[in-house]
């Protein structure tokens, strides 16, 4: 794929997905996985585990819906209540109207640990390794990115992944909030995910699996993880970045290797879409005064409803 953002673009909005190989210096691929593992390492030995939460009889459903929905073990699930329980704390006691299941993909956790353990993510990245803001405004990948979604799109996700060894992969999918929006799906995306790839990813240890073109189907992907005809493997080496539409079926596919597969996933959307992380919440002033205003926007800084008076 040619280092230029139109053909890139081109290739986006076209295809659904594009690979560009050898973007990033050896240098930051070596701080990014410095900065990973370190993370990693750190919250699997202290995994965020809240105590200050409101119980709800809503919690079992919460219990029964993790439990079904992905591959976590008992301790992690009991995190996910904890977690949801947190949550129910700051945003004054309220409880969803719906079952869990229908509550917007934005309002819920996703597990940290899953595969019962063996993979991992970290979240909210730019708050604890915000040496790493070069991949959010890359000169390549961010110009590539507005030209589909428009100059004033923001961040919606900014967090790192390690597939584990001998795991089965994902199943199909479209990226929240479609998998919960009626077909006809919308023909234009409404995010853009990025993969900074931080090993190099092969058939066998998990590279990510896509269906060129499904992005025009305008519907969901069938449920299940099985290989479908005319699949790509993005594969590529460390230091690559693979983008896909929003609307592109993807999975991450199985790792039969020894060892995990790691990466960075940074996911823009439209202004006017609920972000997956608020950034602002947790941000420090003084880590947000050192960034770019431009930046600062992408994060969600001047980029939401003003508090009348």
Request: with cysteine; charged share 20%; aromatic share 10%.
């Amino acid at each position: 794929m040619k280092h230029d953002i139109e053909s890139i673009s081109h290739q986006l909005a076209d295809k659904g997905y594009v690979v560009i190989e050898n973007v990033l210096s050896p240098e930051l691929v070596q701080l990014a996985r410095e900065r990973v593992e370190s993370l990693m390492a750190h919250e699997r030995e202290h995994p965020y585990h809240p105590t200050d939460g409101i119980a709800s009889p809503q919690d079992e459903e919460v219990r029964a819906y993790y439990k079904k929905a992905y591959t976590v073990d008992d301790e992690e699930l009991e995190r996910m209540v904890a977690r949801t329980r947190h949550y129910r704390l700051q945003n004054a006691g309220t409880s969803w109207p719906v079952p869990i299941n229908k509550v917007s993909k934005n309002f819920l956790f996703l597990p940290t640990m899953f595969d019962y353990g063996k993979s991992q993510r970290v979240w909210n990245l730019i708050n604890k390794a915000p040496d790493l803001a070069p991949l959010i405004e890359h000169p390549l990948v961010l110009p590539a990115v507005r030209n589909i979604l428009g100059a004033d799109c923001n961040l919606h996700d900014f967090q790192s992944t390690s597939i584990g060894p001998q795991t089965g992969g994902g199943a199909w999918h479209v990226d929240a909030p479609l998998g919960q929006i009626a077909e006809p799906l919308p023909e234009f995306p409404l995010t853009i995910q990025n993969v900074w790839l931080l090993d190099d990813f092969t058939e066998h240890n998990g590279a990510t699996r896509v269906m060129p073109y499904s992005h025009k189907l305008r519907k969901s992907p069938p449920w299940g993880s099985d290989p479908l005809p005319d699949e790509v493997v993005l594969t590529a080496p460390a230091g690559s970045v693979a983008m896909w539409l929003s609307n592109t079926w993807h999975r991450s596919g199985p790792n039969t290797t020894d060892k995990a597969r790691r990466a960075i996933l940074c996911n823009y959307n439209l202004s006017w879409l609920r972000t997956f992380t608020d950034f602002t919440s947790t941000m420090k002033p003084e880590v947000a005064a050192g960034f770019s205003n431009d930046l600062r926007y992408l994060l969600g800084f001047a980029a939401k409803a003003p508090q009348t008076r």
